[in-house]
DNA sequence: TTTATTTGTTAGGCAAGCCTAACTTGTATA
DNA sequence: TATACAAGTTAGGCTTGCCTAACAAATAAA
């Protein structure tokens, strides 16, 4: 039985890989991503290689043993059902779900989780587009290219939003964009790569960093990088 | 904001003095109920106490001041509305809802119960017959007759189980009681109290501490003790 | 290749919750 | 009233999860 910041730690570390693109994590980024000092991080490392959960050497980078990362990947099973569970059901908004879902995360109940898959008519993607892992561990899709990688005078469809803070999320709905929207690059600044693009025939300026948080699937003609599989599965 | 722990121990204390009929507990008593022992109990009325929750002298009683008993209430209609979700929505039987929702009861969210409460269609009793508090943390009924108060003879309807545990939720089913149902009683035997009862049409034998485990409420003829009106409002 | 910077580690400490063992107070019983 | 027992308290210790400050290793820059 694992604690609750034992589930975060393995979370938080399966996050990074994923963001990564890699399954290596080291101390710092880890420390980061949970908000505590890197020595405490050193702490539970060393009980989580004790736990055979995560491989892990003196200096060393820190990867999820299989173990590991089937417990994680449960967390994010959970995470995901209940901000659907609380989006769909409960009328949250989709800035309002994770805060609720971080903490029904840890509750230990394998017949609620089934049932409430079930109630949910096994849903694929959460309010923010992220794929839910089915029940045996297994994940769709990770989205890689984002409205920033769109090419002027294409367009996209937005399938999901890779920072999830409230503040972001609130910001999208105010610029008028949803999962599932089209988006058209209009111009793209040179200096600044600020974009202009057309969602429901109304026009919005947003900044890089913004449009960096935006995932999207190709209808062909994304810039540069050719247009992967396992993105376009589902375009 | 409360602990996990905080909110258990406040818990406890309200559910002590629902049993007490008094507004005081004692230390052994808290440290029996939360299952941990009385030195435990002792260090955290300290605690408890800085935070003006519980009123408490050295080698006096302990009472909740009005802010640690609405705290107790909120705890309690939360663990009541899960439970009450679960049995409802999710086909939980009545004996594993309180395992879970032991764990639901310390979600921090007001919207969430709030909408949980609308969901539920603004229930009044959770699947064991006790009485879910309002939002302003009012409770409607405490139940104080048994099975075992009901003279030969007579009927009277169950209305809610004191004993919530599984092992004893499962007996019951065994019997073939449920909430609401009509019992009659037969027979009383002299010696151990042992009663056979009617059910259904259907003809038991229960233990005189298996009656006292089972809350009714009279249609007339209730053995000895007059009948309180808190009791006979809901029969 | 030497130096600076980033990254990771160790030692020591703290709060929350729990424990045992020894003690004190209060109450019931003789 | 004296004494025994139950109830409550204190002291000291443990684990988990966190911290700071000082240090060591690895890597990037000069
Ligand atoms: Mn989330
Ligand atoms: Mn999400
Ligand atoms: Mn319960
Ligand atoms: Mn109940």
């Given at each position: 039985?694992?604690?609750?910041?034992?589930?975060n730690?393995?979370?938080?570390?399966?996050?990074?890989?994923?963001?990564?693109?890699?399954?290596?994590?080291?101390?710092?980024e880890?420390?980061?991503?949970?908000?505590?000092?890197?020595?405490?991080?050193?702490?539970?490392?060393?009980?989580?290689?004790?736990?055979?959960?995560?491989?892990?050497?003196?200096?060393?980078?820190?990867?999820?043993?299989?173990?590991?990362r089937?417990?994680?990947?449960?967390?994010?099973?959970?995470?995901?059902?209940?901000?659907?569970?609380?989006?769909?059901?409960?009328?949250?908004s989709?800035?309002?779900?994770?805060?609720?879902?971080?903490?029904?995360?840890?509750?230990?109940?394998?017949?609620?989780?089934?049932?409430?898959?079930?109630?949910?008519?096994?849903?694929?993607?959460?309010?923010?587009?992220?794929?839910i892992?089915?029940?045996?561990?297994?994940?769709?899709?990770?989205?890689?290219?984002?409205?920033?990688?769109?090419?002027?005078?294409?367009?996209?469809?937005?399938?999901a939003?890779?920072?999830?803070?409230?503040?972001?999320?609130?910001?999208?709905?105010?610029?008028?964009?949803?999962?599932?929207?089209?988006?058209?690059?209009?111009?793209?600044?040179?200096?600044?790569?600020?974009?202009?693009?057309?969602?429901?025939?109304?026009?919005?300026?947003?900044?890089?960093?913004?449009?960096?948080n935006?995932?999207?699937?190709?209808?062909?003609?994304?810039?540069?990088?050719?247009?992967?599989k396992?993105?376009?599965?589902?375009?």
């Amino acid at each position: 039985m694992l604690s609750y910041t034992e589930e975060n730690y393995l979370k938080a570390l399966l996050k990074i890989t994923f963001e990564n693109g890699s399954n290596e994590a080291g101390t710092n980024e880890l420390a980061n991503t949970l908000v505590v000092k890197p020595a405490t991080v050193n702490d539970m490392l060393k009980k989580l290689k004790e736990k055979e959960l995560v491989e892990y050497e003196k200096y060393g980078k820190i990867t999820l043993t299989s173990e590991g990362r089937s417990n994680a990947i449960e967390v994010l099973r959970k995470h995901r059902l209940w901000e659907t569970f609380l989006y769909e059901k409960f009328d949250f908004s989709w800035d309002e779900v994770h805060e609720v879902a971080e903490q029904l995360e840890h509750i230990q109940s394998t017949k609620l989780i089934d049932k409430l898959e079930k109630f949910l008519d096994y849903p694929e993607f959460d309010p923010h587009g992220d794929p839910i892992p089915n029940k045996k561990g297994e994940i769709k899709v990770h989205f890689k290219k984002t409205l920033a990688d769109v090419g002027v005078g294409n367009s996209c469809r937005m399938v999901a939003v890779k920072d999830n803070s409230s503040s972001f999320l609130q910001y999208v709905v105010k610029v008028g964009l949803g999962i599932n929207n089209e988006i058209k690059v209009l111009s793209r600044q040179e200096y600044d790569a600020l974009l202009v693009i057309e969602v429901n025939g109304q026009l919005s300026s947003v900044s890089q960093k913004f449009a960096e948080n935006i995932f999207v699937v190709c209808q062909n003609c994304i810039i540069g990088k050719p247009c992967s599989k396992i993105k376009c599965e589902i375009s």
